[in-house]
């Protein structure tokens, strides 16, 4: 099925330690997105990616990193991870055409616990 | 700046009647705005959207409403359905912007 797929979907780190979430999409879609989703408060976006190649940072960038491997994958690395990481991690990806043509696709979330 | 807001966080209805969801921006350079219906457990998921220069747009079930002379935005689900127990989460995308800003999230719950 065409979507947006987010790996592993529940995590569970000590602090300090490091991980990466993956996420893909087969939707040919130029733009990307990282959120995080904290219990009672709305979505806000960590990381994203305009295109291919570029980066910017969003509302919560600090504690994470995003690599854009190539059209398809937008990966998230956690370097040090400390309990107010913990969240449910949500990525995205928008297509430059179609309808809607801002909506987002997003994947089913992983989520992450910081113990 | 820019922000985008709700005014209940909880909506409780009767099976079949009809919800109204509302939601304020405060950009009003805003250009589009999208509703989505986060399930539990799941992603959010495209329900309607709307451009500036519109007032209304209906889909299946749903109408958004928008008014841009106090910047409000609603939702409006008609004949309301246990299916729609949901978090629905407004979102604005700012002209020239590439990304959007979501509302906190009104949890719509559905009563027999």
């Known amino acids: 099925n065409a979507g947006v797929t987010q790996t592993p979907k529940f995590q569970v780190l000590k602090t300090g330690q490091s991980m990466t979430l993956q996420c893909a999409q087969d939707?040919?879609?130029?733009?990307m997105y990282w959120y995080r989703q904290d219990p009672g408060m709305g979505l806000r976006l960590i990381y994203y990616?305009?295109?291919?190649?570029?980066?910017d940072k969003g509302e919560v960038p600090n504690g994470y990193n995003v690599s854009r491997l190539n059209k398809r994958e937008f990966s998230l690395r956690l370097e040090s991870a400390a309990p107010s990481q913990t969240s449910v991690y949500f990525c995205?990806?928008?297509?430059?055409?179609?309808?809607?043509?801002?909506?987002?696709?997003f994947g089913s979330g992983t989520r992450l616990t910081v113990v | 700046g820019e922000s985008v807001g709700l005014h209940l966080p909880t909506l409780s209805v009767q099976e079949g009647d009809n919800s109204i969801i509302n939601c304020a921006y405060s950009?009003?350079?805003?250009?589009?705005f999208i509703w989505y219906k986060q399930e539990s457990g799941k992603g959010p998921q495209f329900i309607i959207d709307?451009?500036?220069?519109?007032d209304k747009r209906q889909g299946q079930r749903v109408t958004v409403l928008l008014n841009k002379t106090v910047k409000h935005l609603s939702l409006q689900i008609a004949a309301t359905q246990p299916g729609d127990s949901a978090v629905y989460f407004c979102?604005?995308?700012?002209?020239?912007?590439?990304?959007?800003?979501f509302g906190q999230g009104t949890r719509l719950t559905i009563n027999p």
């Open positions: 990616s305009a295109s291919e190649g570029t980066t």
């Open positions: 995205a990806s928008r297509g430059g055409q179609g309808t809607p043509p801002y909506g987002y696709t």
């Open positions: 939707m040919n879609h130029n733009s």
């Open positions: 709307i451009r500036s220069n519109m």
């Open positions: 950009n009003s350079a805003s250009d589009y």
């Open positions: 979102a604005e995308k700012i002209q020239g912007a590439q990304k959007l800003v």
